[in-house]
């Protein structure tokens, strides 16, 4: 079954610094999205994204974050300072097209594992 | 404002009990409901979805109802297992079909055998 790969599991940072997080949506999926979820707390929208632009961010998307697809898979959060608060897990998610599956709306957002971000 | 709340954080259930979980949702726009369940360390795994224009919908061992009166949804697993323990969460959409999803906090099910 097709599935959204994140890379790395786990990426330990020092405070300030950049770090890329990087995801390969389902191949045929055209709306990939980045969330997070602190410790304990529920998953939040960061981010959506299609056709090369910004569809949504929320709040939390703020200056230091930024989203790009640099080539035909991949799909990357970048985070230029990171701070303490940014510490969570980031999941990456994406949705397969309309029209799929005998015409079916299919509207399932299908999940990586996350990879955990760690700001020391 | 924007949120999905769970009434239970933590429910518990002997092995091959049916189990219940319940959300509450907020805005009257939300036309798509989902579930998902998340193992520990892992991401949320789809389980089951619902639009606005239905009440029921089953699956495999699961049935989401949705009570748009009382904007409430429930999750029911039939013949729990201890392979369902997790966490889930129930989660809404806005209307329009690629809008994010605003997640609710989360119900624990823990299973004993």
């Known amino acids: 079954e097709p599935e959204v790969t994140q890379t790395p599991s786990h990426q330990v940072t020092q405070m300030g610094q950049e770090v890329i997080l990087r995801c390969v949506p389902i191949s045929n999926h055209l709306y990939f999205y980045w969330y997070r979820q602190i410790l304990g707390q529920k998953v939040e929208f960061l981010v959506s994204?299609?056709?090369?632009?910004?569809?949504?961010k929320s709040e939390i998307f703020d200056d230091q974050f930024s989203v790009e697809r640099p080539d035909g898979s991949n799909f990357t959060l970048k985070i230029r300072s990171t701070k303490l608060e940014d510490s969570a897990m980031y999941f990456c998610?994406?949705?397969?097209?309309?029209?799929?599956?005998?015409?079916?709306?299919?509207?399932?957002?299908?999940f990586g594992a996350g990879t955990r971000l760690s700001v020391l | 404002g924007e949120s999905v709340g769970l009434h239970l954080p933590t429910l518990s259930v002997q092995e091959g009990d049916n189990s219940i979980i319940n959300c509450a949702y907020s805005n009257s726009a939300s036309d798509y409901f989902i579930w998902y369940k998340q193992e520990s360390g892992k991401g949320p795994q789809f389980i089951i979805d619902i639009r606005s224009n239905m009440d029921k919908r089953q699956g495999q061992r699961v049935t989401v109802l949705l009570n748009k009166t009382v904007k409430h949804l429930s999750l029911q697993i039939a013949a729990t297992q201890p392979g369902d323990s997790a966490v889930y969460f129930c989660a809404e959409r806005f209307s329009g079909g690629y809008n994010k999803l605003i997640f609710g906090a989360g119900t624990r099910l823990a299973v004993h055998p």
């Open positions: 994204f299609y056709n090369n632009e910004i569809s949504e």
């Open positions: 998610a994406s949705i397969t097209p309309w029209g799929t599956s005998g015409g079916a709306w299919k509207n399932i957002q299908y």
